[in-house]
């Protein structure tokens, strides 16, 4: 079985330069816009901003150390549809805002040449039983009504691809990126204009609404005249949302074949492949290593989880790797979890939520893109700025109702052991 894994390395970061140092904030500050949380969705809104507002003070606050949020964690699809239950006009919006999203994301990686492994190789979806063959059929239809191009691959192809035993049939999205989601993070923090103050490692820990909005930190705060909350599933411990969104952790482990085998791992040196339901594994391959996402349990983790929920996720991981490749044991050498903002019907929490307060949160696991576009937009509505994209994430239906996590988290788990037992050939 070989030497445990560790937990909480992000191999995304291994062997890369840190990202660049900001301040804690340490005063009492007064701004014209504050944002807050420097994941995609910050980061895309401070940027719009910035180019928009040159003259205004722009202040982006950080909890955690730059690096160390979902951002950095994520698999690494950049993808154009995530959520494919929605009715035509729905998926059509989605599928409008995702390109735009990925359209951006290419621009600003060529103009400031962020050097993350951008690979428009598209991703496979693929299916392992009949429940998940209904799934993919149900894909496919969003993907036509959406208009995005696909081509079928076969079992075969996938095996050959990428090694893996037990799909039984799939496709190829052609639009969709894969990314070092961490190099990504960092060379669009390094991208950030000028005129965008950055602090780390300063949690707000209460917003109120006095003449202005004022966010307070442990060692300072920041009075605001507007503010964006982009700080996912967080959002909630500052009261917002806390009805319509909440946070769940995931997991990704990282295998390799103890003989480094690479040939394992199929014909590509580097693929992708996502599950049909959420609840299933999806695997990339990067050169050598495996990342395989599986596992969810509800609530904060801020990457303390208890050593049995490690060991539980291992073993499922290390279940699901014995699946793919039952002729050989693969190793796995790091584990780390992140957090994700879920909402009941898989919608995005947008919009304004109180006289200059604006948040855009819960992207239900799919925010590269969907966080990205959703910054931007967030900065044209607070700056009442009309177009056809803000229409567009306007128009989507609106997260629904959910109770407090003392009665919610249960159902979900339950929830979550029906989907794992009806779709348990996918994980
Ligand atoms: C294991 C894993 C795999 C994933 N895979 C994918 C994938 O392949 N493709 C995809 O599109 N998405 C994926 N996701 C989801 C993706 O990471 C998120 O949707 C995306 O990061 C959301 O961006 P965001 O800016 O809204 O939030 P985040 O990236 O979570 O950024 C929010 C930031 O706010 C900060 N913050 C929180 N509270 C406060 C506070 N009070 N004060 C200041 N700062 C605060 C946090 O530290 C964090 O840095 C994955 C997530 C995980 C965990």
Known sequence: MGKPPNFEINSWLEGEPAFAE????????????????AGFTGLAAATHLAQLRPADRIVLIEGSRLGEGSASRSSGFVVSLGHFDGSSRETAALYRLGTAAIAYLREQVQTHHIECDWNEAGRMI??????????LKRIRRALDRAGSGYTPVSSQQIKQTTGMSGYVDGIRQDESIQVNPAKLHRGLVESLPANVEVFEQSPVLSIQRKSHWVAQTKTGSITAKRILLTN???????????????????YIGVFQSPQNESSLFGDEPNWGLTSVERVGSSVRRVKDQLFIRSGAICGFAEGQNSAQQYKEIVDLQRQAMARRFPQNELECINVWSGGIGVTANGSQFFG????????????????????????????????????ELLHCIQGLPKPWW?????????????YVEWLNWRYGDEI
Do not use: C
């Open 22 to 37: 900001y301040p804690q904030l340490e005063a009492d500050l007064h701004t014209d816009w504050l944002i807050v949380g």
């Open 352 to 387: 304004q939520a109180g006289e200059g307060l604006f948040l855009s949160v819960g992207y239900n696991g799919h925010g590269i893109a969907q966080g990205t576009i959703s910054g931007q937009l967030l900065v044209d509505l607070a700056l009442a700025r009309e177009s």
């Open 232 to 250: 996912n599933a967080s959002v909630t411990k500052l009261g917002h949302a806390t009805n319509r969104v909440f946070p769940m952790q995931t």
């Open 126 to 135: 693929a299916a392992r039983g009949n429940p998940g063959l209904g799934s």
């Open 402 to 414: 959910i109770p407090r996590p003392s009665l919610l988290y249960p159902i979900v788990d339950r």
